[in-house]
């Protein structure tokens, strides 16, 4: 029978499904039921930044506070109370599951996080995910002081834990293979790729602003695929592939291109946990009839280095391939 047994980050996971960072995850009695159905690791729903509002604090007013003071106020508070629920979290998760149990924060700073970096990796999380994202809405940010934040981010995180981390990414960077590169030589042994967010919306009714979601479809893992395969084997990091997976040979597909693992999240809401059963089954029914023992035997084996015919992985314009379209 083939063998699905995967290393990320150092870690060792049964197989190569990790149920992604989501409310599949936000508590013990959830990621039981991912370790039930197979799961080969979890990514604890995320601690946002945003919680560490004042009011978490108590602190209502901060009018005739020295601006600097308020932000020390703020930060002591926050250590103090912020991540201590999470902590028990992890804490409870790491009493019940044999699985490995990666933490996740949700960074938009590097300021508060470092000292809640130690405090999750006390608490036993075997990995942490850093879940950054911030939106450029000023004419003087410039792409090299954006990507700087996420290279701050992981250079404090890192100086202050020992555990694996790994940065979940948006997928929209002018030069994608140089920030990963970066983020691997200060200190991120994984990069997730990519991200997927709420995007703003308009109620024309009301005239208002909101909010919309939608859960992933399959055509949206063409663009992890693309830069997996640009990106592996060459910035000293492993990959973890998530956004628009949904079927067994999907997960294939990110492994061949040089994956380690995949997170998933929408085909599970969709379908349940159990799912992963099944796609497990079809992976190993797949490896069966190509004649592979193990992950290793193709992970990798058609990533931009090693396929014959790399170029594919670069062209993005409409030329003969979609000509009947037009
Ligand atoms: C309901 C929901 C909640 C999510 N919450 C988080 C979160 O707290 N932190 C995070 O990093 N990603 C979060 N995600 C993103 C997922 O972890 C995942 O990366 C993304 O949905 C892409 O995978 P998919 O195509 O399989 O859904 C969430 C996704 C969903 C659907």
Not at 46 to 52: G, Q
Not at 68 to 75: N, S
Not at 109 to 125: H, L, N, R, T, Y
């Amino acid at each position: 029978m083939p063998q699905l047994e995967s290393k990320y980050m150092g870690l060792t996971l049964r197989n190569p499904i990790i149920v992604a960072s989501s409310g599949l995850t936000k508590n013990v009695e959830k990621m039981q039921a991912c370790e039930d159905a197979g799961a080969g690791a979890v990514v604890i729903k995320s601690l946002f930044e945003e919680v560490l509002g004042q009011e978490e604090f108590g602190i209502q007013d901060s009018t005739g506070i020295h601006p600097e003071a308020y932000d020390y106020l703020r930060a002591d508070l926050a250590m103090e109370y912020g991540p201590r629920e999470y902590c028990s979290l992890i804490y409870e998760a790491k009493k019940k599951l044999k699985i490995p149990v990666i933490a996740s924060i949700n960074c938009v700073s590097a300021k508060w996080w470092p000292s809640f970096a130690s405090q999750i990796e006390a608490a036993g999380a075997d990995a942490l995910e850093l879940n950054v994202f911030t939106t450029a809405n000023e004419q003087y940010i410039t792409a090299s002081s954006l990507e700087q934040l996420y290279i701050d981010i992981i250079e404090a995180v890192r100086s202050k834990i020992k555990i694996p981390v790994a940065m979940k990414l948006g997928m929209y960077f002018t030069s994608l293979p140089n920030l990963a590169s970066q983020l691997c030589l200060h200190g991120a042994n994984g990069l997730v790729l990519f991200n997927r967010f709420t995007e703003p919306d308009i109620d024309i009714k009301k005239l208002a602003l909101k909010t919309t979601f939608q859960f992933s479809n399959r055509y949206e893992m063409h663009r992890p695929l693309r830069w997996i395969a640009l990106l592996a084997g060459r910035i000293g990091c492993d990959l973890a592939a998530t956004t628009g997976i949904q079927k067994a040979e999907d997960i294939i597909k990110m492994l061949l291109v040089g994956a380690s693992v995949v997170e998933l999240a929408s085909i599970l809401y969709k379908n349940g946990v159990e799912h992963i059963q099944t796609l497990l089954d079809e992976i190993r029914e797949w490896m069966s009839s190509q004649n592979f023992e193990n992950i290793d035997d193709f992970k990798g084996k058609l990533r931009f280095t090693k396929a014959t015919d790399p170029e594919l992985f670069l062209r993005a314009q409409f030329i003969e391939v979609i000509r009947g379209y037009e």
